[in-house]
């Protein structure tokens, strides 16, 4: 209704002779729409089953659970009573009304970077959400983690606030990507390894990081462990539709995929696209695989044949859409197996979009297959078909699982 709303008074401002005003209304809130779903603002602040944007989801940290606010316009419990200063300082600066600091699982770091213009838009969109009373205790950290003023030292350490701007050698395509990954689309959040401080590491972007027990993959043009092997296309069909030929989406990134990347527009996926080819991987080459007799191998490949061909095939080849490509794939050979160990034990469930509305699912082999089987089997199918990574220890699947459980 309240849309409806909107867009018919819009509509009756033009017939009565606002025309300029109207369509510059209307475009700036679809702008900012646009914006909220570039930074993919419902993956954090809208609980599952919950109104839009008003918060509640729990987020866990390694320093403890904070949990994302409501950002619906209404006055008592979410920003219905913040100017646009207020708004435009929580992005650019982590600060937010009344100078309250915010913590970096808000990705201010990355938004810093974004167009004052884009900020505006989304400020604009934000008035146009439908207000939900819904308080929110967010900071919900451990002494003395809990204590935001903390974050004027992360800040003074790790933060130095700058708008982007473009690289006149490269291309447009290429600035726009850089533009989107490092600002809105906050890749780097998951994506690049963190130090103690929770900081990103310097020199190290988009190298693989780790969060909720989960591995986020490396998403440099590195050959072995990132993206060298993957064409553009190959990129654009991944974010645009949750698969392609070399992976099948699933666990966090599904959801990314699913709120956030199906939904951009494909000159803005091209972008992304042409920029991460672009970024250089460490340069090491890829380790030499275990031998084929090597006592785990043998264990391994014994489980693979018995538990796992039937969908990726003998070969690792699998089946296109829909078992993902187990040979030659960057995220088999990433250096930590964090996630390869949980879909091995929980299973895992395909993402499912517009383009590709069929969510294929791997079984839970965790109820059937102990901590050495587990180790055995992916320490083989990180080292047959191509593949190359260092072997998977009992001791890493007994942790992941307990810590599955708590």
């Known amino acids: 209704m309240k849309k409806a709303a909107l867009i018919a008074g819009l509509a009756a401002a033009t017939v009565f002779g606002a025309k300029g005003f109207a369509s510059d209304l209307f475009?700036?809130?679809?702008?900012?729409?646009?914006?909220?779903?570039?930074?993919d603002c419902s993956a954090c602040h809208t609980r599952?089953?919950?109104?839009?944007?008003?918060?509640?989801?729990?987020?866990?940290?390694?320093?403890?659970?904070?949990?994302?606010?409501?950002?619906?316009?209404?006055p008592e419990t979410g920003i219905g009573s913040w100017s646009y200063a207020d708004f435009r300082n929580a992005l650019k600066t982590g600060i937010g009304k009344g100078g309250k600091r915010l913590y970096p699982a808000m990705p201010y770091p990355a938004y810093a970077t974004m167009k004052d213009t884009d900020i505006a838009d989304l400020w604009a969109y934000f008035q146009k959400v439908e207000p939900v009373t819904n308080?929110?205790?967010?900071?919900?950290?451990?002494?003395?983690?809990?204590?935001?003023?903390?974050?004027?030292?992360?800040?003074?350490?790790?933060?130095?606030?700058?708008?982007?701007?473009?690289?006149?050698?490269?291309?447009?395509?290429?600035?726009?990507?850089?533009?989107?990954?490092?600002?809105a689309g906050h890749c780097g959040t998951c994506h690049t390894p963190k130090s103690l401080t929770g900081a990103d590491k310097s020199g190290e972007f988009l190298r693989g990081g780790s969060l909720q027990s989960w591995y986020a993959p490396n998403l440099t043009s590195d050959p072995h462990k990132g993206l060298g092997s993957w064409s553009t296309d190959d990129i654009v069909s991944y974010l645009k539709t949750g698969a392609n030929r070399f992976d099948i989406a699933s666990g966090p990134m599904a959801e990314a995929i699913t709120q956030s990347t199906s939904k951009w527009a494909d000159a803005d996926l091209q972008a992304v696209a042409a920029y991460l080819k672009d970024i250089k991987g460490d340069g090491t080459p890829a380790p030499q695989?275990?031998?084929a007799t090597d006592p785990a191998m043998a264990a391994g490949k014994a489980i693979y044949l018995d538990r796992c061909s039937a969908c990726h095939n003998s070969t690792g080849a699998g089946q296109a859409s829909?078992?993902?490509?187990?040979?030659?794939?960057?995220?088999?050979?990433?250096?930590?197996?964090?996630?390869?160990?949980?879909?091995?034990?929980?299973?895992?469930?395909?993402?499912a979009t517009t383009a590709r509305p069929t969510t294929p699912a791997m079984p839970s082999f965790g109820w059937n297959l102990g901590d050495a089987d587990v180790a055995n089997v992916l320490t083989y199918v990180r080292n047959s078909w191509g593949n190359a990574a260092p072997p998977v220890t009992s001791g890493q699947v007994k942790d992941l699982r307990a810590a599955l459980k708590r």
């Open 322 to 351: 829909l078992f993902a490509t187990l040979a030659k794939a960057p995220v088999i050979n990433s250096t930590d197996p964090t996630s390869l160990i949980r879909v091995v034990l929980q299973g895992s469930q395909a993402v």
């Open 289 to 291: 695989p275990l031998a």
């Open 48 to 74: 599952p089953g919950g109104k839009p944007f008003a918060g509640g989801l729990p987020l866990q940290t390694p320093f403890g659970a904070l949990v994302p606010p409501n950002i619906t316009p209404d």
């Open 135 to 183: 308080h929110v205790v967010s900071n919900q950290l451990p002494f003395p983690f809990s204590i935001r003023a903390s974050m004027i030292g992360w800040n003074w350490l790790n933060f130095s606030p700058k708008e982007f701007q473009p690289d006149p050698a490269k291309s447009a395509a290429w600035n726009r990507g850089a533009y989107l990954v490092n600002g």
């Open 27 to 39: 475009d700036r809130i679809e702008a900012g729409r646009y914006q909220a779903v570039l930074a």
